[in-house]
Every structure is written in C-alpha cells, then in structure tokens.
C-alpha cells in the first residue's frame, strides 16, 4: 500500500514485558515521527527522525522507550519493562520534507495495553 | 499547562448549523498553525493549514490571532460526515514536533 504501515495493530503485554512496535513510512519520506496517544487526549510527540539520525527524543518518557530508524526507513519503537501507564495507542507519521511540515502522514497506530 | 489548549466537547448541533472551535497556544514563538480530523479509533488527517490571513476551504473557515495566540474553525452547513474530533496543532518555524491539542469533540444529529 502507498500509506504509513504500522504493526502489530494491537497489542496485549504483561507488565514488565518487553514489546516491540513497526512504522513502515511512506517510500521517501525523509521524516518520521513517533506518537503516544492516550484515550481522550491528543497525540503526545514521543521522537523524531530526519533519514537514519535521530534529532529529537526528548518526547519519550522514561529510558524505557527506546526507538531507531537504522537504514532510514523503516522504524521500531521498543517498550522495555511495560508499565500500566504505559496503555495508549503508538502512531507514527511520516513526511516528505525535513523540518516545519503541516501535513504528516499517519499510520493506523499500534493500541498497546499492558495488563 | 499544556501548550495548545482546547474546549474538549463535546459539540453536538444538529445537520446544517453552523458551529465554531476555538483553540489557545503558549507559545508565542509559535509559527505554523493547523486543524487535523480524527474520525474514531482512525489516525489524525491534515483537516487545513491556518494562515494569519485566515483562510477559506468551501465550508470551514480557519482564522489566526498572533496577538492573542488564538486560533480558530468554522464549519458551516454541518453535514452529518463532519462528526469527529478536530484537533488544534501548532509548530515552531524551526522545529519539528507539530503540538497537539486534546481535540474538540463534534457530533452532527440528524
């Protein structure tokens, strides 16, 4: 499909479990984000990517979250040691442009409850 | 205090009326302004870009207020497919984390 590819689409953790979220973005776009949304509230910046490099993390809450985008594409943002709080919906967005755009492309979002 | 306040909802008007959501912001360095729609249990779509000349996009009507960092949607002749969250968003010119508000509920009746 040509849209910003996310799995799983659920996810059901133990707390203290480990758990690993996929973003595919759009093929060239040179930005990715990361999203936390809570139920009720709006999308919550987690990290930013321009290409492989990493140039913002300061969204992410706890060491805990870790994310990384190796070759530039695809990306996996990983949940050590799941916590309750830690229950919301993982989205990520892709853009064509580096810095300041409007539109980002969403994906579908990863709903991760931690029991 | 979160950085892009808005008056959650919920709104419910009926099929044709007319209805407005207002949205605050802190920061003032503040340089691009913009409406996502967020359908339920859907991701965020870019809705508009908001202009500080405001602008126009058949029936929404987005205006800014750089003075009072004030940002504005009308949405006239409501149709019941206008029924979602419509989300205030707000960047830095240099940045790049685009800021979201909790979202304004909105439930066109028939």
């Known amino acids: 499909g040509a849209g910003v590819s996310q799995s799983p689409r659920y996810k059901v953790a133990k707390r203290g479990q480990d758990v690993a979220l996929r973003c595919d973005p759009i093929?060239?776009?040179?930005?990715l984000f990361w999203y936390q949304q809570a139920l009720g509230q709006g999308p919550e910046f987690l990290t930013y990517f321009q290409n492989e490099a990493q140039l913002d993390k300061s969204g992410l809450p706890s060491d805990r979250f870790f994310a990384e985008r190796p070759e530039g594409s695809v990306s996996t943002l990983k949940i050590q040691r799941t916590q309750q709080e830690d229950s919301a919906v993982y989205l990520c967005a892709s853009s064509q442009r580096d810095r300041d755009t409007g539109e980002l492309f969403f994906g579908e979002g990863s709903r991760l409850t931690v029991l | 205090r979160k950085e892009v306040e808005q008056d959650p909802g919920p709104f419910n008007v009926p099929e044709g009326a007319t209805v407005a959501f207002n949205c605050t912001y802190s920061?003032?360095?503040?340089?691009?302004f913009f409406w996502y729609r967020q359908d339920c249990r859907k991701e965020p779509k870019l809705l508009m870009s908001v202009y500080s000349s405001g602008n126009e996009d058949g029936r929404f009507t987005a205006q800014l207020n750089r003075a009072s960092q004030y940002i504005s949607l009308l949405i006239r002749d409501s149709k019941l497919s206008d029924s979602a969250t419509y989300l205030c968003v707000v960047s830095q010119n240099s940045g790049y984390a685009l800021n979201f508000g909790k979202g304004t509920s909105l439930l066109v009746t028939p």
């Open positions: 920061n003032s360095a503040s340089q691009s």
């Open positions: 093929s060239g776009h040179v930005s």
